[in-house]
Structures are given as structure tokens and as C-alpha cells.
T-cell receptor, first 113, second 115 residues
Framework: GENVEQHPSTLSVQEGDSAVIKCTYSDSASNYFPWYKQELGKRPQLIID?????GEKKDQRIAVTLNKTAKHFSLHITETQPEDSAVYFC????????????FGQGTRLTINP | KAGVTQTPRYLIKTRGQQVTLSCSPISGHRSVSWYQQTPGQGLQFLFE???????NKGNFPGRFSGRQFSNSRSEMNVSTLELGDSALYLC??????????????FGEGSRLTVL
């Protein structure tokens, strides 16, 4: 089965600066890597995902990069805003081809005004 | 389209009791999975159901069980509750076949406190 490691566990950045969260995975056959955002007291929601056939994907201020050789992927948030404050989780499929996900431990991101 | 609905939202139990949590997936979604969220362990996979069959199971003791009904609604049960079972239990549904994008749609969760 898959194992996902995420770091840092907490991250504090100044508003307007960039934030980077990194994850590593163990199963080289994994081919789908989503990122979920969970605001305080709310449900986790998908913000971006990447499949193994591409190395990078962007959506406005958010981007995800994937390095299959090194088995790691990263979330990049640029021009951070107060509403970016949340816990972010990376994930990978529980088993090859499965929809079910193994999540990283989460990163609590705080944006300081 | 209504989202994933979980009931109850909050509940308090004492050690040794049992609890049943309910989840109604998004209409048309046939896959339902359950996760336990705790501050120290993050989101941990419990099990997944599809067409009333358990397809995958996480590393939890047999006290944790679940089922799915023909209308795709799912329940999970925890028997002989322990203090360490205090957590937010999240249900997620996902599409299947052509509707499967890989995205999990989570409910608001059921927060269980065991005293």
C-alpha cells in the first residue's frame, strides 16, 4: 500500500509571499496526486490535482509539481492572501488504480497580515 | 445538487458504548468511503463501499464496521468505544465510471467525543 509523508507540519508566511508544501510517496505505480484544503471547522475540499503524465499544473495562484523519479510532489501558492490560511493535505491512491486515498499528515498554513 | 450529508453532526458517548454514524452521498455517487480525522494522525482511511460491498479496508480494529444500502447511503458503527475513538469521522463520496474524476466529496463530518 501507499505511504505519504508531508512537510512541514506548520508554515507561517507573510501575506503576499509564497508558500511551498512538499510530499513524498512510496508506491512508484501511483499516478494521481490531489491536494485538499480544509478551513477551520469545514470539510476538506479538492483545490488541485495532478496526474503522472504531466510534471506541473497551474490554477491561478496555485500550482502543483510532480517529480516521479524522486517520488515527490509539491504545492506552490503564490501571492498568499489571508483566505489561504487553512490545513492542506496531499494524497495518493491507497492502492494502484484505486479511488481511495492515503493522506499526508497535513500542513497548517498561517498567512500573517 | 445536494452535497454529502452526515448525521449526527455531534455526539457524546461513554466508554464501552457503541455508536452508529450515517452518510448520504451525492445523488448518483455509488462509492462511499469513511475517514477518521484526529489532530495527531491526520486523515486515516477506514473503509470504502461500492454497490453495498466493502472494497477496501484500512488498518482499524474489528470494532469499526460499516455497511452500504441499496440507495448508496452508508453507515459506520463503532462498538465498545474507547477514549481514543474520539475524532471527527468524515464520509466522502465519489463518482464511478465516466463520472469518476478521482475527486472525493466530503461531508461536514460527525464529531464523536468519548468520555
Amino acid at each position: 500500500g501507499e505511504n505519504v509523508e508531508q512537510h512541514p507540519s506548520t508554515l507561517s508566511v507573510q501575506e503576499g509571499d509564497s508558500a511551498v508544501i512538499k510530499c513524498t510517496y512510496s508506491d512508484s505505480a501511483s499516478n494521481y496526486f490531489p491536494w485538499y484544503k480544509q478551513e477551520l471547522g469545514k470539510r476538506p475540499q479538492l483545490i488541485i490535482d495532478i496526474r503522472s503524465n504531466v510534471g506541473e499544473k497551474k490554477d491561478q495562484r496555485i500550482a502543483v509539481t510532480l517529480n516521479k523519479t524522486a517520488k515527490h510532489f509539491s504545492l506552490h501558492i503564490t501571492e498568499t492572501q489571508p483566505e489561504d490560511s487553512a490545513v492542506y493535505f496531499c494524497a495518493a491512491p491507497l492502492i494502484q488504480g484505486a479511488q481511495k486515498l492515503v493522506f499526508g499528515q497535513g500542513t497548517r498554513l498561517t498567512i500573517n497580515p | 445538487k445536494a452535497g454529502v450529508t452526515q448525521t449526527p453532526r455531534y455526539l457524546i458517548k461513554t466508554r464501552g458504548q457503541q455508536v452508529t454514524l450515517s452518510c448520504s452521498p451525492i445523488s448518483g455517487h455509488r462509492s462511499v468511503s469513511w475517514y477518521q480525522q484526529t489532530p495527531g494522525q491526520g486523515l486515516q482511511f477506514l473503509f470504502e463501499y461500492f454497490s453495498e460491498t466493502q472494497r477496501n479496508k484500512g488498518n482499524f480494529p474489528g470494532r469499526f464496521s460499516g455497511r452500504q444500502f441499496s440507495n448508496s447511503r452508508s453507515e459506520m458503527n463503532v462498538s465498545t468505544l474507547e477514549l481514543g475513538d474520539s475524532a471527527l469521522y468524515l464520509c466522502a463520496s465519489s463518482g464511478t465510471g465516466l463520472a469518476n474524476t478521482g475527486e472525493l466529496f466530503f461531508g461536514e463530518g460527525s464529531r464523536l467525543t468519548v468520555l
